[in-house]
């Protein structure tokens, strides 16, 4: 160890780590390996609500060695991933936004290649509040834009000479997929992350569409709605480290638009016309259930990826009353929700809730006003709840922010040939409602 006594060795040892908050550097000051920690600069860049916390370093770190030595202030339940130089950090509940956190590395992690040992540090970081990336122009010239979830910084995101069809926003890493409508009559897919560069095309579709983008959890593979010219729809998925399309299915048989990943990302939801109904599609065997609907989506899914929750209607009735329901990707069952309520209520399209006890939906009584209001149904059945109650207003397109305090969705004003529709957002711990934007659709959550 006597080669870490010189000036030289020190800086050495110092400069064998390197720390990246996403993709920001976080400053920071190091210690030697025999001299005491000293605290870490506070982060100018701050960790999205879901992670990860990414660190790189200049050595392939042995990661029993690491883990022992990392750890967090206030504590934080979560799962380290440590690979070469790389260690990724995502905690088990979201952060809370605003808190302040403090990670500690204390000194001796063993480098694997060099047959060193990392000096120890200090960092400090705060999570950041989500934003919200919305469609806005929506019936002039479709652009994306974004804005905070109190209503500040609104911030356009493209200028694609409003071509842009539909996204998806990543709920870790800030990463935006969407699609644009091309010269030919297609639409190609493009990503960007919102203040990292310029926007870059992933993959060019021609005259044929690619839209309808869903990115896996782990941010390498999209899965979209490949449409031919005929208007056909399969889904597709793209390797964005190989940029290598291919049909999700090889049997031509098996139509889909809308899909959805689980949590886990071990399986896909969509929706297939031609059964028509949800089907799920499951990492390595293929095909594994199908729940039969008439009602276009791919289903809600549960946070451990064991239940989707969808709605279906009956094809027999005049006026097709729309029923909940709770299916088993493992069995292809489903059971009713709510039965005693059936035949009383429209339902829209149904949305995981603010934590595992309660379902997200958007609902009118059939005898009632026209305006879908938002509810909280508890999966037990034995609570319910209002978020809306504006029956001037149909609601759609909610979603929690992670942590379960705000609720996005989208608006519009019945009874009016001028209406707008609009992207509000509810805090369910004041009560209070902001609306973000008019002539604007589709909001997601951008932590």
Known sequence: MKRFGTPAGRLLAAAALILVIGASLLGAVWAGVFQQVQPALDAKEQVGLNGPLS?????????????????????????WTVTGRRAEFRPDEPFEPGAQYQLTLRRGAQCRDTFSRLPGAVIRFSARAPAVVFLGQVTAAPELFLVQADGSGLEQLTETGGMVFDFFATLEGRRIVYSVENENGGADLWSLVPGQGSPQLILTCGAERCVNPALSPDGTTAAYSHQDRTGRSRIW????????????????????????????????????????GIRVWERPSGLAAAFPTRIVGPGAWSKDGKRLWYTADDPDAFVPPVFLLEGDPNTGKARGLYAEAQG???????????????LTIGRRPLEGAAGKQIWLLRLDESDEAAVTDDVTFTHTNYTWAPGGRWLVYQ??????????????VWDRTTGETVVLAEDAAYPAWLP
């Open 237 to 276: 998925l793209l390797s964005l480290d190989r940029g290598e399309p291919e049909p999700i299915v090889s049997d031509p048989s098996v139509n889909g638009e809308a899909p959805r990943w689980s949590s886990d990302g071990q399986k896909l939801s969509f929706f297939d016309p031609a059964l028509p």
């Open 344 to 358: 009383l209520y429209e339902y829209g399209l149904p949305e995981a809730g603010p934590d595992d006890g309660w």
């Open 55 to 79: 660190l790189a370093f200049s050595c392939e770190v042995d990661p029993t060695s690491f883990l022992e030595r990392a750890g967090f202030s206030p504590e934080v339940p979560g799962q």
């Open 411 to 424: 608006r519009f004003k019945l009874g009016s040939s001028s209406s707008l529709p609009e992207v509000a």
